[in-house]
């Protein structure tokens, strides 16, 4: 399973990115599907999640109701929807998917198996 994610880039404070997150490999549907971020100087930490078996979205604390997780109609496609963006929001974002997860896996880095590469999300005040 590979994953590329891209979209990522410069806005002010208030504004809107949606980042993508591209699977080709031997993907299923009932795949839990995540994104990452990591600031500089800090640990990653969990954004969001979306788990196939349930189709629910599951969000950090830190960016509920302003951001949303959903997937591609061809399923191979996970985005992530970042509205009212903050400066605390400034980041490498990652994408990252395993096989299906339970409740208490899905926010933990060392559940997922596959990893895209980064990219970044700077938002300025």
């Known amino acids: 399973v590979q994953l590329q994610a891209f979209g990522g880039g410069s806005v002010q404070a208030g504004g809107s990115l949606r980042l993508n997150c591209v699977t080709s490999g031997r993907t299923l549907s009932s795949d839990t599907m995540a994104w990452f971020r990591q600031a500089p100087g800090k640990d990653r930490e969990f954004v969001a999640a979306l788990r196939g078996t349930d189709r629910q979205g599951y969000y950090a604390d830190s960016v509920k109701g302003r951001f949303t997780i959903s997937r591609g109609g061809i399923e191979n496609t996970v985005y992530l929807q970042m509205n009212s963006l903050k400066p605390e929001d400034t980041a490498v974002y990652y994408c990252?998917?395993?096989?299906?997860?339970?409740?208490?896996?899905?926010?933990?880095?060392?559940?997922?198996?596959?990893w895209g590469q980064g990219t970044q999300v700077t938002v300025s005040s």
């Open positions: 990252a998917s395993n096989r299906r997860l339970i409740l208490s896996e899905i926010r933990n880095i060392r559940a997922y198996g596959y």
